[in-house]
Each structure stands twice: as C-alpha cells, then as structure tokens.
C-alpha cells in the first residue's frame, strides 16, 4: 500500500529569552521536520510582538515552515513542540494546495513591465 504524503504549514513561536537558546530551538525544530519530511519553504519571521501576552511574554521569534510529510508526523511534531519548554505557541495546518516556495518574494510582487510595440512610431 502506497504511503499518502499531504502538505502542511508549521507555525511555532519561540521564546527570546537569549540569542542562542533561540537560535538552538529554531535549528533543532527546522532540522526535526527536515529529517522527517521534504522541506518545501523556510520562513523566519524574526522577532514579532505578540497579539496578547503569553505567560507574561509579550514578544517571540516567529518561524513558518511548509514541508511535505506523512499523516502520522505532525502530530508528532506538535507533541515534542508542546514539551519543550522554549516554545510559546505552535500551529500545523493541512493544506488543501500545493504549495511552491518562493525564491524572491520582491520580484512576484513588482509589476511586469509592458513591452513597447517595435513598430510604433
């Protein structure tokens, strides 16, 4: 029987309590789904106010991952990010697309340039 392998986004917020700590749960969450799944888009967002605060948190380091994995690992993956300690908040969305990553987001969003007609005069 052939595994099903479906899309999906991860949102995890991590707590700023010092640069390395932060970058250390970062690398250890991003090389957990690299391991267990094919990266398709790495988005770090960096430091972000917080909607409300958080265990009187009311900042975080944002990183949204969209990978490709079987049904059974992100529920794992919430697991281990609910355990650890560095990890305010997380999310993992199925999604109903196929996403595609984007290498430079600056030149989708520039206006394509009109080409002139060769013969006008």
Not at 63 to 75: H, I, L, Q, R
Request: hydrophobic share 45%; with cysteine.
């Amino acid at each position: 029987m052939e595994k099903v392998v479906n899309n999906y986004e991860c949102l995890f917020v991590v707590d700023l309590v010092n640069e390395e700590e932060t970058k250390a749960t970062v690398n250890k969450f991003t090389t957990l789904i690299a391991e267990n799944a094919e990266v398709i888009e790495v988005n770090e967002w960096g430091k972000r106010t917080l909607a409300y605060p958080v265990n009187d948190l009311t900042v975080g380091y944002y990183v949204v991952e969209t990978f490709k994995a079987e049904g059974n690992f992100p529920a794992e993956l919430e697991r281990l990010m609910r355990i650890d300690e560095h990890v305010i908040r997380t999310l993992v969305l199925k999604l109903d697309f196929e996403p595609k990553a984007h290498e430079n987001a600056a030149e989708e969003a520039a206006p394509a340039e009109e080409a002139a007609p060769a013969d006008a005069e």
